[in-house]
């Protein structure tokens, strides 16, 4: 099993819309996770850090669920800008040794007009 | 603002070469890293560094090596290209805090190898 799976997509929705997706991790230990977000082409650029149950920065929202052993990113009103490649990244132990980040292969959302 | 930098946006060498890829970080992060991207395949751990003249293999370090000298600095270096080595190339850089730190990324290299 990996350790951080996500839902390749692609997720097409209308702009204006919500759309939620997923990171399932493996490891229960993991502390910090991250949502990155990716443009074709460009490199990952911090959308958001998680440390606790979740966080929010305007219209992002990340969920952790540590019973469930996943993570979430919420988008609400999608904007046209938002489509991207969003990228889930897992630290099990907290501390940033550089073999402890695991990456997700992303999940690809293309806002339509 | 975090600013990490990679020396080439684009590079096309040819098999055998001896490439260097130079990537620079000017927020003193102690751990500095080298990925490479292949569709499909996500982010692949090459090597890091958490420390000057330090270095660690990550999850494929066949046919590269690295060089730390100075803190902000960190070379990635391809022995002799090989086609299988075309791909994007992306440093980063980090901070060594309780929590885990977030990656900065450079904006990546392109190397195509004929």
């Known amino acids: 099993r990996k350790e951080v799976e996500q839902d390749p997509g692609p997720f097409n929705v209308p702009e204006g819309a919500t759309v939620a997706f997923n990171c399932t991790y493996s490891n229960s230990a993991s502390q910090s996770f991250f949502w990155y977000r990716q443009d074709c082409r460009k490199e990952p650029k911090l959308l958001m850090s998680?440390?606790?149950s979740g966080n929010e920065d305007g219209r992002f929202t990340a969920q952790l669920n540590r019973a469930s052993q996943y993570i979430s990113l919420l988008i609400r009103d999608s904007k046209l800008s938002d489509s991207a490649t969003y990228l889930c990244?897992?630290?099990?132990?907290?501390?940033?040794?550089?073999?402890?980040?695991?990456f997700g292969t992303g999940t690809r959302l293309t806002v339509i007009p | 603002d975090v600013k990490v930098t990679q020396s080439s946006r684009y590079l096309v060498k040819r098999t055998g070469e001896k490439v260097f890829l130079e990537c620079v970080q000017d927020m003193d992060h102690e751990n500095m890293f080298w990925y490479r991207q292949d569709p499909g395949l996500g982010l692949r751990l090459i090597y890091f560094?958490?420390?000057?003249?330090?270095?660690e293999k990550g999850d494929i370090p066949e046919g590269y090596s690295v060089s730390r000298e100075k803190k902000e600095r960190f070379s990635l270096i391809l022995e002799s290209a090989s086609t299988n080595q075309t791909s994007m190339y992306l440093c980063?850089?980090?901070?060594?805090?309780?929590?885990?730190?977030?990656?900065?990324f450079g904006n990546g290299t392109r190397l195509t190898v004929t």
């Open positions: 980063a850089s980090s901070f060594t805090g309780t929590f885990g730190s977030p990656l900065h």
């Open positions: 560094s958490y420390d000057v003249k330090m270095k």
């Open positions: 990244v897992v630290s099990p132990w907290g501390a940033t040794g550089a073999n402890n980040l695991f």
């Open positions: 998680v440390y606790s």
